[in-house]
């Protein structure tokens, strides 16, 4: 009676124990099979260096007006009276990234036009008068080199939201010549920004882009006045961490007043590209 007892209490201890561990293996198991898989982690944001050349086909918006010798000039445009058709311009940017928050970067964008056209109506340009019904070859070049730092606040590995800072050298030129003027005027300043930008990978290959910038000069001196606000909005694909397919629209519009010489700017369409890191 006794042996049986001993052999009655040790099944049943058993029992109980391996009761007890199925009871504590179970909820382990059930955590296990219906956890939640890791987040794939984004592709293209392992990089040191980048750099991204584009083509942008902005629509033709604009106005220019030059003063000389007191005489005031005429808002003179872009489409009515000079005839600028819509165009493809090449665009390129860089950036280096020393730490995973931070970016140092670069951006190159030039644009011209050029046409022949009889004028509708006159108009006066650098202190000159341009007669109607006289033909007139334009030119007109807008260049912008840009250098900022971003910092990137709040960073994930599938997105980020950061700060722009940035200055960006704006060069406007204008040459209108006739068979009896020929004129031309230049203006160029620095205007410095401020900007919010963002990414967001709703796939590990494919990131959404934001970027919003710009900046108004204080109204201290009259002589003196610019703005200049930029909205990008674009989408990557990234083959891999290394080359990007990119694609979006972008605008920009500056206004730039230096004593009595005016440029009032807009141009804004879809561009495309490609980037290379490493």
């Known amino acids: 009676m006794r042996i049986r007892t001993q052999r009655f209490s040790w099944r ?11 009871a504590i293996a179970t909820p382990a198991l059930a955590h296990a099979q219906y956890e939640n898989p890791p987040v794939a982690a984004a592709v293209g944001e392992k990089y040191h260096v980048e750099a991204m050349f584009s083509f942008w086909r902005p ?12 005489i005031p000039g005429d808002d003179v445009d872009f489409v009515r009276d000079l005839a600028f058709e819509q165009q493809r311009f090449g665009d390129m940017r860089f950036v280096l990234r020393p730490g995973k928050k931070h970016r140092f970067r670069f951006q190159y964008t030039p644009i011209s036009y050029t046409a022949e056209t009889n004028l509708r109506r006159p108009i006066v340009f650098n202190g000159q008068r341009y007669d109607i019904a006289l033909p007139v ?6 260049k912008v080199w840009r250098i900022g730092y971003e910092f990137d606040a ?4 599938r997105g980020f939201v ?3 800072f940035d200055v960006r050298q704006t060069r406007m030129t204008a040459h209108l010549a006739s068979p009896i003027v020929d004129e031309f ?12 930008v963002g990414r967001a990978y709703p796939l590990p290959n ?16 009259p002589d003196y006045v610019g703005s200049y606000y930029e909205w990008d909005i674009h989408g990557t694909f990234n083959v891999n961490e290394n080359l990007g397919l990119t694609g979006g629209w972008r605008r920009t519009t500056t206004y730039l007043g230096i004593k009595n010489d005016i440029g009032d700017l807009k141009f804004q369409g879809i561009w495309f590209g490609a980037a290379v890191r490493y």
Not at 59 to 70: D, K, L, N, P
Not at 137 to 142: H, I, K, N, R
């Open 206 to 221: 494919l990131a959404i882009n934001f970027e919003v910038s710009g900046f108004r000069l204080p109204d201290v001196d």
């Open 162 to 164: 950061g700060i722009l």
């Open 185 to 196: 005027t230049t203006a160029s300043a620095p205007l410095p920004a401020l900007g919010v």
């Open 12 to 22: 049943r201890g058993s029992t109980i124990a391996l009761l007890a561990a199925a």
């Open 59 to 70: 629509s033709v918006q604009g106005i220019i007006s030059s003063e000389q010798f007191g």
């Open 154 to 157: 709040f960073y994930t590995s």
């Open 137 to 142: 070859a334009s030119e007109f070049e807008w």
